[in-house]
């Protein structure tokens, strides 16, 4: 049974993965695919014993964590939907600046500095945006209205600033799952509708893909009078407001596990298909052990409780024998396993 690892954001509050994942979850499961979850926030997990088990793994997390973890993994070769180096770079505003750019992707103006002062010499002028360069969901993001606004702010360590794009508040989403681009239009009171997206706007969103390598991508564009202007780009974004998001996200992922290469014009620098992983290759992480052989039934433990409602059945009360029978043999050998691996 072909088995995917979706690792999963932390959510304080216990809660079952968002309606479009749940749905991507389930239809992958009734496809007749092994569905492990799992939040790093909530394990205790050890780096040096983390080795590959699952044939896929799913990088739904964008926290510094699991795109950690995630390197991991890919140092061992794992196959790892978006692959993780197109999520690291995509998550460094710095380097996104210069891959869009050098793709011919239209973005605004930008400037790194540690000093606020140096900006209008280098011909910054409010209105300005101060943003964090590993930031996301808008945390920490500054619009710097006037000459005022900018003397009063300072830029710690690794912000960004960049021109103000004015043009419609009402932000143009682009979904894209390999080649197919849809428009979402997320209006003043947080309403979503689907939105035809033109041509050009839907080679753009590609244009982005291509220049990470992302197979799930998310555009946020500002549609101005200028012309569309790319403000970010994300990896696996939420599809909500997206026609059976999930139905696609399954269909999807389910044909990537199966080792098509998927991505836009299948040029993907980072999605070289790749074989389907060993399936006898083992993943343990002491303490939370995820662990799986193709020859017995999968041990795979997954400590989150937002785990348990998306899950057939609830194998946690096996878990703990599990772990006593694997404890009397001793220290897994995931890590010397996954060696014979080849790294991409
Ligand atoms: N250059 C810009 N011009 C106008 N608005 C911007 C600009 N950059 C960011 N914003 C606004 O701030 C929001 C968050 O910025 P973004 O770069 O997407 O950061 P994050 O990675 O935190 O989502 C955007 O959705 C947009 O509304
Ligand atoms: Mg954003």
């Given amino acids: 049974m072909t088995s995917i690892y979706i690792m999963l954001a932390y959510a304080k509050a216990a809660a079952p993965p968002k309606p479009v994942l749940a749905t991507a979850i389930a239809e992958l499961r009734r496809r007749g695919y092994e569905v492990l979850i799992g939040v790093a926030e909530t394990q205790a997990i050890r780096p040096e014993r983390l080795a590959v088990a699952a044939d896929l793994y799913v990088l739904k997390s964008h926290s510094s964590l699991w795109l950690a973890l995630s390197a991991v993994l890919h140092a061992q070769g794992a196959r790892i939907l978006n692959p993780y180096p197109a ?3 995509v998550m460094n505003k710095v380097l996104a600046t210069w891959r869009l750019a050098a793709a011919g992707v239209p973005t605004p103006r930008t400037w ?3 000093d606020l002062a140096r900006l209008s010499a280098a011909g910054a002028i409010p209105p300005l945006v101060l943003k964090p360069n590993l930031g996301g969901r808008g945390v920490g993001v500054r619009v710097l209205h006037d000459k005022r ?3 009063g702010a300072t830029a710690t360590d690794g912000m960004l600033v960049q021109e103000f794009v004015p043009g419609d508040p009402r932000l143009v989403k682009l979904y894209g799952l390999g080649d197919e681009v849809f428009g ?10 689907q ?3 033109r041509p050009g706007l839907a080679e753009l969103a590609r244009r982005c893909a291509r220049a990470f390598g992302l197979a799930l991508y998310g555009v946020d564009v500002i549609d ?3 012309g569309p202007t790319v403000i970010d780009v994300n ?3 939420s599809y909500t407001g997206v026609p059976r998001a999930g139905e696609r996200l399954a269909e999807f992922i389910a044909a990537y596990a199966n080792g098509r290469s998927l991505g836009p014009n299948g040029s993907h620098r980072h999605l070289a298909g790749g074989s389907r992983s060993d399936p006898a290759t083992t993943v343990s992480q002491d303490g939370d052990r995820i662990r799986r052989h193709a020859s017995r039934p999968s041990t795979a433990t997954v400590d989150s409780a937002r785990t348990v409602s998306t899950r057939r059945g609830d194998r946690r009360a096996t878990v703990s024998s599990r772990r006593r029978t694997r404890r009397r043999r001793g220290p897994a050998e995931g890590g010397r396993r996954s060696r014979r691996r080849h790294r991409r």
């Fill in 87 to 89: 999520c690291s770079e």
């Fill in 235 to 237: 990896y696996f974004p």
């Fill in 149 to 151: 606004d900018l003397d």
């Fill in 112 to 114: 790194v500095t540690g």
């Fill in 224 to 226: 101005g009078d200028a």
């Fill in 195 to 197: 939105l035809a997206v």
């Fill in 184 to 193: 979402v239009r997320r209006d003043a009171d947080g309403t979503r509708r």
